[in-house]
C-alpha cells in the first residue's frame, strides 16, 4: 500500500492570510463611537479558533487549480475608506493600500485572492455577530475563556454589537462587487436566525410530519451547516469555479458543519466548562434535546416526557444525563459525525490533488477529535 501521506500543516499554508484576519477586521469595525468598537471588537480579544475563514482560505486554494485563466477583480472598492454618514466626520481610511493591499498570494500551486481573503474576514464577522446574540438568547456569561459580551456590557449593547458587525460585514460584501456572493452570504445571514427559531421552538409536535430528529438535523444545518457551506461555495464564486466545483464546495461545508455541530454538542456532555471557554452542559439546562439525548431517547422511552417539557422539572436535566450516559446516544452521535465528516471528505476528494485538498482532509478528520 502507498506510504501514509506526509502531514500537512493547515495553519502554515494560509499562515499570512490567517494572520491578517483579526488585524484586517479590527479595521473593517472601526466606529468613530469608541464604545461600539469595544463591543463589536470584544470576540476578537479571545482566543477564536477560526475555523470558518481557515476554511473560506483553504477552499479558495484547493479551488483554484481547477480555473485556467487568472481571475481579474475591480480592487478598487475593497479598501475605500468607510463613511460614517451623516455625522460630521472625516473618515479615516481603512487601509493605505501601500501597506495593506496584498495581491494574490500563492502557495504550493494554489492561489488566495484579496477577495476571498476579505470573504473570510466577513464569514468571521457574521460568524462572531451570531455568537453576540446567541449568548443573549442563551444567557450565557462566557465565551472564549473571558466574560461575554452581555455579561461584560449588558445585553442590549452586545445585540447592537452584533447588529454593528452584521452592518459591516454587509458593506464589506457589497464592496466586493459579486452579486451571486451576496446573495449566498444573505442567505445564510437568514439562515442562522432561522435555526435560532427552530431551536427555540423545538422537538416533538405531534402535528409535524417530520420526526425530531429530521427536526434537528435541520435545525442544525441552519445553525452551523449553512454558513460553513456557503461560505465555502462563495469562495469558489469569487474564484470564478463552475457549478460543479461551487457544489462540491457547498456538500464540503455543509457535511462539516453537520459534523462540527454534533462534535459540538457531544461535548456539551463530555467536557468541562474549564476546557470549553464556556459553560458545559448547556444544552439540557436550555431546554434543548441534541442528538445524544434523541438517541438515548430510542433506548430508554422515559425521556420523551422530559423531552417534551424541555427538562424543566427539577432533577430532569440530571436524569436525562444519567440516561444519556447509560445509552449509546454519545457513541451515535459521534458514529453520525463520522459518516457526515467522510461525505465532506468525499466532496473535497473530487477535486484535483493539492497541498490545500489535502490540508482540508486533514482538518476535517481532527474535528472528530476535538475537545473543545
Ligand atoms: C451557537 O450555538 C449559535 C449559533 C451557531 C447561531 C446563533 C444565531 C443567532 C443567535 C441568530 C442571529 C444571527 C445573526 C447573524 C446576528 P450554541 O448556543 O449551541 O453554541 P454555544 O455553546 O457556542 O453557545
Ligand atoms: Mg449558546
Ligand atoms: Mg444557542
Redesign the pocket.
Known sequence: SAAAAPPIDPIALVGPDLGDLKHNIGKLLSSQHPFVNTVAQHYFSGQGKHIRPLLVLLISQATSVTTQTAIRHDFETMDQPISHGLLNMTPTSLFNRQQHYTPNRTQGGCTVLPTQRRLAEITEM??T??????????A?LT?RNLPSANASFGNKMAVLG??F??ARASLTLARLRNAECMEIMATC?AN??E??FM?LKNTSDPDEDKSTFDHYMDKTYM??GS?IAQSCKAAAVLGGCNDQVKSLAFDFGRHLGLAF?LI??ML?FTVSAAD?G??AG??LK?G?ATAPVLFAWEEYPELEDLIKRKFNKKGDAEKARRLVYQSNGLKRTMTLAEQHCQLAIDAIQQLPPSDAQAALIQLSKKSLTRKS
Open positions: 457574521i460568524h455577530a451570531s455568537l453576540l446574540h446567541d449568548d443573549v438568547i442563551d450565557s465565551r452584533g447588529d458587525l452584521l445571514i442562522l436566525v435555526g435560532e431551536q445553525k452551523t454558513l455541530q459540538d454538542d456539551d470549553l464556556k459553560p448547556a444544552d436550555l434543548l
